[in-house]
C-alpha cells in the first residue's frame, strides 16, 4: 500500500513538472517570437542618463546695494561625447569635423584649438552624456551656423548658459576680479566645499573678490535624470530623482561704486597729465629722466571702521572680456610689462617707497622713545637750523671737504634751505635734514633701540600684508641691519655687504632706502594715526547673504592692535600737517588753494585737511609722486593715499588730484558712476548733442526756427528740442554732456525711463 502511494506521488510531480516546463517554454517562445522588438525597448529604457544643471553665481553688490556683478544668458557651442561616439565617424573625419568647428569658432574670435577640444573630449571630469561646453558667448551667426548643420555635425549643440556679467566694465575690476574656465592644476589643487565640485571648463574665480569669495560665490549644481534608449534618445525624465541648482551667496562690499568711478577717473586723468610734464633740468647739467608714468593707485579708507571706500589702480582691464576664457593674445597684452601689467593691482601688490610720507612714523618714534631732547635732536618744540644739508656726524670724512665725501652729505630736495624748523613746521614745509638728525641720532645714539624706526613703522602696520579680503597682497619690505645681513649671507652676489651704516639710518627716516609699502599698506597707517592708534584690518567685504535674504558673514571692525599715541604729540604732528594745506609754505598749499596747479578751491575752513606729500626716489627713474591725506583733520572720515609712478613730485600730481577728489567727497558732490549700458548711451549720444549745441548757440533765427527732432536710423538714438537724447530706453541731457566736454573732470548723471 505504501509503495502504492508514493508511485502515485511521483506520477503526480512528473505531471506537474512537465506543465511548468510546457508552460516556461510557451513563454519564452512568446517572449522571443512575439514580443522581441517590445522586449528591446523595454531594456533599452533601463540606461539612465545624469544632466548636471549649471547653478548661477552669487552676485557682488557696493556698499548702497547697486548690482556691479550678476548673471546672464549666452549661448554657448557643446559636444556630446555619447552622440559623437554613435556617429560612427572614423578617426580621421572626427578629426577634419573638429577642425571645422575650431576654424569657425576662431573667426567669431573666441581662440580655440583642435588640441583642447579633443582634451575635453577625452577628461573623466565629463560624463559621457555630459554636453561638454568649448566656446561661450558666441555671437549670432555662429549660433545660426551649427544649429542649421546638425548632420555635418554630430554631437554639436549650441545651449544657453549663465555666464558673468560685470554692469559698470573695467570700473573696480581689480577689486572685483574675473572668472574663467578651472584648468587641471585647480582640479587637482581646489578642495571645492561640499555640494561643490568643479569639471573642466566650470567657471571658477581667478582674482579679486571672484576668487577670495569663490566658496561663497559658487552655487551648488542641481541634477536631471533622464531615461534614453540605445540611441540617446530621452524616453522620460525621472521627476522623483530631479535636485534644483542652488544659486550661490551674494557678497556685500563696503564700496562705493560712484566715489570709485570718481576716483579711476581722476587717477587717470592725473597719470596723462603727469606724462605732459617736462622735466627741470637737473643741477649737475645731467639729462633729467622723462615723467613716464606707467601706473599708479590710490585708496579711500574710513578711519573709524577699517573699511575701504573706493581702491583703484591704473591701467585698468575689464573683466567681461573673461567670458569664456582669454584667447592667448589678448592675455599675453595684459600680461606684457611693456603695456603697464594691467592685470596688477597697484594698491596691493605694487610696493613703493613712502618717501616723506614715513616722516610721521619718524617723528612718533623719536617721541615715544625719548629722542627729542638728545645729542643734536632738540625738544619738539625747540628749532633747529636747517641749511638745506645735513653731514653725518659719524662720518669720517673732513668736514671742511664737503663736496668731496661721498655719502657723508644729506641733502633737501633741490638742497632749499628752511633755517629755523621744529617737529610741526618740519612736516608743513618737509624738510628732510630735521629727520636725518632725528635717523642718525638713534642709531648712534647706545640709549635708543637701533631698530625704533622700523619697530614703530612695523607697528603701524608697515611692510606686512594688511589682511583684506582680497588675494594676492604683498608684504612690503621695512629694512633692518638683520635682515641686511641674512640677504647678504643668502646671495652675497646680489647683496654685496651685509653691513648697516648710519647712513642707512638716515635714508630710512625719510622713507627711502630699501623701504618699500603698498599703497593701502600706507592708508592703513596714517588711518592708524588719524583715528588715534587702533590699527585696522582693512574690510572690502562688509556682508555676505544667501539667496533667500539670511545673512551669513559679517565682517565688523577686526581691529589687529592697539598703538600708544601720545595726545601732545598727535596734536603737533596734526598741526603740522594741517599746515600742509593751509599754510602758504606747506607743500600741497597750492593743491588745496588753486585750480591753476589742477587743483581744487578747497573748503578748508569747513573740512581741515591734514596731509603730507611724499617724493620718492628711484634709481634710474623720475621720482614717483605720493600723497596722504586726512579729513577733517581732528574727526576724520577719510583718509586718501595716491601713489604715481615716475610722475614727479607730491606735491604737483597726486596732492592736486587728492585734493579733486577730496572736494567733491566732502561737498556731497560725487557724480553717479555709469554703467556700461549707460556708457554707450552717452556715446551714441554724442553727435545729436553736438548739433544740438550748435543749434542751441546759434545766433541765426533761421536756425532756431527750423530745428525739428532728429533720429539716428529707424531704431536710433533721438533728440528732442529741449536737448534730451533717448538711447534704448535711457534719458541723455545734452547740456551735460557738453560741459562734460568743456570740463573733463565732471562726469556726467544720467536717468533711466524704459519703456
Known sequence: MREEIIRYRMRVLAVVALSMFLALTARLWYLQALKSDEAKDIATTNITRVINIEAPRGQIYDSSGKLLVGNRIV?????????????????????????????????????????????????????????????VDIPEDLLVYFGERPNRYPGVKVADRSVRSYLYGSLAGHVLGWVGPV????????????????SLRDQIGKSGIELMFEDDLRGENGKKVVEVDRKGRVIRERVDLFQPPIAGNDV?????????????????????????????????????????????????ISPKSGEVKAMASF????????????????????????????????????????????????????????????????????????????????????????????????????????????????????????????????????????NAIQETAVSYGLGMQTGIQLPFEQDGYIPTPEKRKKRHEENP?????????????????????????????LANAYATFANGGTNFAPNIVAYVFDRNGEMLKEFGKRVKREIEIDLDFRNRVLRGLVGVTEDIEGTAYWAFNSVATDGAFFPLEDFPTAAKTGTAEVRGKADSSVFAAITPAQDPDYVMVAMLEEAGFGSAVAAP???????????????????????????ASLPLCIDWYI?????????????????????????????????????????????????????????????
Request: charge should be negative.
Open 75 to 135: 549661448a554657448s557651442v557643446t559636444l556630446n561625447p555619447k552622440e559623437i561616439e554613435e556617429s560612427e565617424m572614423d578617426p580621421q573625419k572626427l578629426y577634419e569635423m573638429l577642425t571645422e568647428i575650431a576654424i569657425e569658432i576662431n573667426r567669431s574670435g573666441k581662440l580655440i584649438k583642435v588640441a583642447d577640444i579633443e582634451a575635453m573630449l577625452e577628461n573623466s571630469s565629463y560624463g559621457p552624456y555630459d554636453d561638454i561646453p568649448i566656446a
Open 183 to 198: 584648468n587641471n592644476f585647480e582640479l587637482s589643487t581646489r578642495k571645492p566645499a561640499e555640494g561643490k565640485d568643479y
Open 252 to 300: 556685500h562690499l563696503t564700496i562705493d561704486i560712484d566715489l570709485q568711478g570718481l576716483l579711476e577717473n581722476e587717477l587717470e586723468r592725473s597719470i596723462y597729465l603727469s606724462r605732459e610734464q617736462i622735466p627741470e633740468t637737473l643741477e649737475d647739467g645731467k639729462e633729467p629722466l622723462p615723467f613716464t608714468a606707467p601706473g599708479g593707485s590710490s585708496v579711500i
Open 315 to 450: 591701467p585698468t582691464y575689464d573683466p567681461n572680456e573673461s567670458i569664456g576664457g582669454y584667447s592667448l593674445s589678448r592675455w599675453a597684452e595684459l600680461n606684457d610689462p611693456v603695456n603697464d601689467l594691467p592685470m596688477f593691482n597697484r594698491a596691493i601688490q605694487g610696493e613703493y617707497a613712502p618717501g616723506s610720507t614715513f616722516k610721521v612714523f619718524t617723528a612718533h618714534a623719536a617721541w615715544h622713545e625719548d629722542v627729542f631732547g638728545t645729542g643734536r635732536v632738540k625738544e619738539a618744540d625747540q628749532p633747529i637750523d636747517d641749511p638745506g644739508e645735513y653731514f653725518l656726524q659719524s662720518c669720517r670724512a673732513d668736514v671742511e671737504d664737503l663736496e668731496t665725501a661721498g655719502g657723508c652729505v644729506f641733502r633737501n630736495a633741490g638742497s632749499k634751505p628752511y633755517e629755523n624748523v621744529d617737529l610741526t613746521r618740519s612736516l608743513t614745509v618737509s624738510s628732510d635734514v630735521y629727520y636725518y638728525t632725528i635717523g642718525e641720532s638713534i642709531y648712534i645714539n647706545p640709549k635708543h633701540p637701533d
Open 493 to 521: 652676489e646680489i647683496f654685496p655687504t651685509g653691513k648697516w651704516y648710519p647712513g642707512d639710518n638716515v635714508n630710512i627716516s625719510v622713507g627711502q632706502g630699501d623701504v618699500l609699502v603698498t599703497p593701502l599698506q
Open 657 to 683: 588730484m587728492s585734493a579733486r577728489v577730496l572736494q567733491k567727497v566732502v561737498e556731497d558732490r560725487v557724480p553717479e558712476a555709469l554703467t556700461t549700458e549707460n556708457r554707450y548711451a552717452v556715446s
Open 695 to 755: 543749434w542751441r548757440e546759434s545766433d541765426s533765427l533761421k536756425n532756431l526756427e527750423s530745428f525739428s527732432e532728429s533720429e539716428v536710423e529707424i531704431f536710433g538714438p533721438a533728440l528732442s528740442p529741449d536737448g534730451t537724447v533717448r538711447v534704448r530706453g535711457i534719458e541723455i541731457n545734452c547740456d551735460q554732456v557738453i560741459q562734460s566736454l568743456l570740463s573733463p573732470t565732471d562726469q556726467l548723471s544720467i536717468s533711466s525711463s524704459m519703456e
